[in-house]
């Protein structure tokens, strides 16, 4: 083919899409001079380009277009009829193009009809133009006829540094440089490895240089590949456009984060899902305009697509302000279609039920139209993107609109594993759908047990479904790696399951490399690569595994029963500790929180300001631990604080570990949030503030639980111990007041104010708590005032001076229930006798 | 690595006329000689290291890299229906690309080039193994020995043997047997 074909080939492509895109926008505001003049001029370059090379067809249709367009310029309306003219006639020349570039040829073919109705649409614009009234003709008039040549001038200077800065590359010879990147890389190792004992300077420095080289020449290589998502948004204006006319609905697409740059290859993958969305949100999100008014929303529906980078992965949401999704029309479909019962339904969050739309077949539109209710859409949408290691979520609010975010990975090519031994052989394990890894060897806090046989690993409140990966693949044990043992958990869609392995010996970017034809009917591998030492390994397709597990895939998830909270200990405090937001790590006592869930991100919803998500058929409203908290993961860990039958969550970002520690808050906290700051194994760690949390989430239910209101004055000289126990007190529906010290205590009683009960510390400063009760009993309106001593210990000398004192029980310092226990006990005059308080001390003792 | 373009035609032995060659190369597992189309050979090498595939097909040894690449490692001898032996580190393979797959055909010893002369070519001998004369598809008559080809379709083809070979296999046997 001639060269300047081949080159007016390529431009034209280009620029023909973008012509299509600049005129819908142009639809929209028909006062953009400049966007004006750039259509022109690329409709005046086709025109021309055509007279140079001798194309007449296609030369008549971009100069009738050229024609209307110009009117436009020189200030004529963009009606609806001529954008759709013109659009027609970019797709007639589309078409000829297509021909050109495989027969060199211009088809034959009459596009008088088009022609026809372009000048007809100038004439239009002609007439229109000498109807305006003269004033209002002038100005856009003359700015445009003096302006011309300033804009084009303008627009061509831009063009020309732009220019430069571009180079037309063909995919494969991008492949061939990665390829051969690839290869280079595996050469680097092997180096580095043969001179790993090399003690020689000069051989050393170069070989350095040579290895941080490569390492950046594989990074822009890759770097090369990207594009901008917004290749994606180009031909949605119009999309969108489109189906507005078809469903008579008014609606405007935004989109943002076009810049975002992804995968050559994910682009063209995640085409079809996006489309099949948006025409999903046209279909059923938007309501017409008719009932948009009616429910007080703009006549114009919005869909707003927005694309943003965030560890690792890009997340594109698809939003929609039209009526939300009919949760109750989807809850009978689903029962209709037998994929849940009604009990099971009637049990489920909002967002599970929406989660069904996801199933294969499912549509609740009545009436099949060209653009949706076939039943075959979302199951399709989330195939798609769950296939490139991707997942789908969805959230929605009747009314206000239905929001589905997508979060796909970079890059297929490049994705980080973990390289896992099994049976002496390793293999590599995608780190997207890897949630952890547990130890499961002699002396882990884990086990894996037995179910008739099969291997289950109870990890928190979830009870995991285990399979060895030496016996799934029929490997031999190795003798010297029975002990080493670990499950590494892993999350497909909604299932979760462990494997077992004997070590995770890496965790390495590879390049993934498909499997030859031979093996590619093994199910478990999606792959194979090169490592760094330049050993082949397979790569293990999470999906595949869980399949051959027999496990289904299900939007189902067990309810768990809440576990007892862990055992208090004794003298020090077993903390919680988190990441949550920036700056130092943040801890609770574990003894507050009763159980921590996993939350997908997808469960939690936005509800009147506040974080929700659904906890044991109810709803439990969300706190998020931190303001500056980072939402990134699509699961989050949520600390469950029982407070007198309601529950509410914090939300953090990241469990690091539970630690057995002495407490030493060391700095008082400044922030509400934050009791103080101790040092935890070295490092500074905020404590949370409970109480803070508890007023945001659940305001009224240390009112709500308890009609009558006891008094408890609380006495601690420690400030955590007041604000850990102040907040337990009153969820257990008591009212509290603090004092820092026994005198602020029996001050308070000076002053003739009235309490139920008096807990308080024994070990203070100034008046220890055998005193102070004995201070309290003597005063006359107090005699037999109950007093619950707390005690870290509680050991004879302890219980013997309590006695003594006139206290009337002890009860451990960190024990929370059984501080809430005996204080009933005591507040209903069931007062403890000796034998009792013994038995309380002893059944803590053994706990 | 050979720079010949990998053309393969079903039976080129035939297809041909009468008095054209056939360039073959040899190769040798334990006492037995097999002839290779020549223009199927892309490298000979010694294998690094074999990654085991699980659950793959038995007659598939292993992955391979070669030279960046990840080839397919299949014994020859366990396509033999022989004895498997355990895959030795330095064994010796040869690089074959066939549909647009890269194998290593894992074989004890690689002989010479021949020329296999179009008047030198037998009918298959009716009574061989039926597993095993899928596997070569012809005969020539060499110096004192009688050479198969292999067939490059039937070697690297799992499919056909995936599928269990039952009955089936033994039709063609008998079929020969009356010629």
């Known amino acids: ?847 | 690595m050979s720079a010949l373009g990998v053309q393969h035609s079903e039976r080129p032995a035939f297809v041909s006329g009468s008095g054209t060659q056939r360039r073959c190369f040899t190769v040798i597992d334990g006492d037995e000689m097999f002839g290779l189309p020549v223009e199927s050979v892309q490298t000979i090498f010694r294998i690094e290291g074999v990654t085991p595939v699980p659950l793959g097909p038995p007659e598939v040894e292993g992955l391979v890299n070669l030279r960046g690449r990840i080839v397919t490692a299949v014994s020859l001898k366990r396509r033999l229906s022989k004895t498997p032996l355990q895959a030795a580190r330095g064994a010796l393979a040869i690089g074959i690309e066939h549909n647009a797959e890269n194998f290593a055909l894992i074989v004890d010893e690689v002989g010479d080039v021949i020329t296999c002369e179009a008047s030198a070519q037998i009918a298959p001998p009716p009574h061989i193994d039926s597993q095993r004369a899928k596997l070569t598809n012809d005969y020539y008559r060499m110096d004192g020995r009688i050479l198969p080809i292999l067939d490059m379709n039937a070697i690297f083809d799992f499919t056909e043997r995936n599928r269990g070979n039952g009955s089936a296999h033994l039709n063609p046997t008998i079929i020969r047997s009356d010629q």
């Open chain 1, 1 to 847: 083919m001639d060269e300047l074909l081949k080159d007016f080939l390529t431009e034209t492509a280009e620029q023909i899409e973008s012509v299509g895109t600049q005129l819908v926008l142009l639809e929209r505001d028909p006062s953009d001079a400049a966007m004006i003049a750039s259509i022109f001029r690329l409709v005046h370059t086709i025109k021309g380009t055509c007279g140079f090379l001798g194309l007449t067809r296609l030369g008549q249709l971009a100069h009738a277009a050229e024609t209307l367009i110009g009117r436009i310029r020189d200030g004529a309306t963009p009606t609806p009829d001529a954008v759709t003219v013109i659009l027609a006639a970019i797709d007639r020349i589309k078409i000829v193009l297509a021909a050109l570039e495989c027969t060199a040829q211009e088809p034959d073919g009459d596009d008088s009809d088009l022609v026809q109705a372009l000048e007809l649409q100038s004439a239009a614009a002609d007439a229109a133009k000498d109807q305006m009234p003269a004033p209002a003709a002038t100005p856009p008039k003359t700015a445009n006829a003096e302006a011309p040549p300033q804009v084009r001038g303008g627009e061509e200077a831009t063009l020309q540094v732009r220019r430069p800065e571009t180079i037309r590359v063909a995919v494969g010879a991008l492949e061939r440089i990665m390829l051969l990147v690839s290869e280079l890389v595996l050469t680097r190792n092997q180096l580095l490895e043969l001179t790993r004992k090399e003690t020689e300077e000069t051989l050393k420095a170069p070989l350095q240089r040579l290895s941080g080289l490569t390492s950046d020449l594989q990074d822009a290589a890759m770097r090369a590949r990207m594009q901008p998502v917004g290749r994606l948004f180009g031909n949605l204006p119009r999309l969108v456009r489109e189906l507005a006319g078809e469903v008579g609905k008014k609606i405007a697409l935004v989109t943002e984060g076009a810049e975002t740059e992804l995968d050559r290859q994910l682009i063209e993958l995640i085409r079809d899902p996006l489309t099949h969305m948006i025409r999903n949100c046209a279909a059923h999100g938007i309501e017409t305009p008719a009932e948009r008014l009616a429910a007080g929303k703009p006549e114009s529906g919005t869909i707003r697509i927005s694309a943003s980078h965030e560890a690792g992965q890009i997340t594109i949401d698809v939003v929609d302000d039209g009526r939300g999704l009919d949760i109750s029309r989807i809850r009978q479909k689903a029962i209709a279609l037998g994929l849940a019962n009604e009990a099971e339904v009637a049990r489920m969050s909002n967002d599970d039920i929406c989660r069904f739309i996801f199933a294969p077949g499912f549509s609740t539109a009545g009436a099949v139209t060209s653009l949706s209710g076939r039943g075959v859409g979302m199951d399709v949408v989330r195939e798609n993107i769950e296939a490139i290691g991707g997942s789908i979520s969805l959230s929605s609010m009747l009314g206000q609109g239905t929001c589905f975010s997508i979060k796909i990975p970079l890059t297929l090519a490049i994705a980080p594993a973990l390289i896992v031994q099994a049976g002496g052989h390793r293999f590599a394990l995608p780190q997207v759908s890897v949630v952890e890894a547990v130890g499961v060897g002699p002396g882990s806090a884990h086990t894996l047990e037995r179910v008739q046989g099969a291997k289950v690993l109870r990890l928190r409140q979830e009870v995991l479904p285990v399979a060895d990966l030496c016996d799934l693949f029929g490997l031999t044990h190795q003798a010297d790696e029975a002990d080493a043992r670990l499950v590494v958990v892993m999350r497909v869609g909604t299932l979760s399951f462990g494997i077992l392995v004997s070590a995770v010996a890496d965790v390495q970017e590879i390049v993934v490399k498909p499997l030859g034809a031979s093996l590619a009917h093994l199910k478990v591998f999606s792959g194979h690569t090169i490592l760094g030492d330049g050993s082949v390994v397979l790569i293990l397709d999470p999906a595949g595994l869980a399949g051959s597990l027999g496990l289904q895939r299900s939007s189902d998830y067990a309810i768990v029963a809440p576990t007892e909270p862990p055992t208090p200990p004794r003298e020090s405090t077993r903390l919680i500790l988190f990441r949550a937001g920036s700056g130092a790590l943040k801890a609770l006592p574990l003894s507050l929180v009763s159980r921590i869930e996993s939350v997908p991100s997808d469960r939690l919803t936005q509800s009147d300001g506040t974080l929700i998500t659904m906890h044991q058929g109810r709803l439990m409203p969300i706190v998020p631990a931190s303001a500056t908290i980072v939402r990134a993961n699509a699961i989050h860990p949520v600390l469950v604080i029982s407070l007198g039958g309601e529950f509410m969550g914090i939300l953090v970002e990241e469990i690091i570990d539970i630690v057995e520690e002495p407490l030493d808050i060391q700095i008082a906290g400044g922030a509400e949030d934050i009791v103080g700051t101790a040092e935890i194994r070295g490092d500074a760690v905020n404590i949370l503030d409970i109480m803070h949390f508890i007023q945001q989430a659940r305001p009224n239910a240390p009112l709500r639980s308890i009609a009558r209101r006891f008094k408890v004055v609380l006495v601690d000289d420690k400030l955590f111990f007041r604000d850990m126990l102040a907040p337990v007190l009153t969820s257990g529906g008591y009212e509290v007041t603090t004092c820092a010290s026994a005198a602020e205590a029996l001050a308070l009683i000076e002053r003739g104010i009235s309490f139920d009960a008096i807990v308080t510390d024994t070990d203070m400063p100034e008046m220890n708590g055998y005193h102070f009760a004995e201070a309290v009993h003597s005063h006359p309106r107090c005699g037999d005032l109950p007093i619950i001593a707390l005690a870290a210990h509680a050991t004879n000398p302890v219980l013997a001076a309590a006695r003594a004192s006139g206290i009337t029980a002890v009860a451990g310092k960190f024990d929370r229930r059984g501080l809430l226990e005996t204080l009933r006990a005591c507040l209903n005059r069931d007062d403890l006798t000796n034998t009792e308080l013994e038995q309380r001390v002893l059944t803590e003792k053994a706990a």
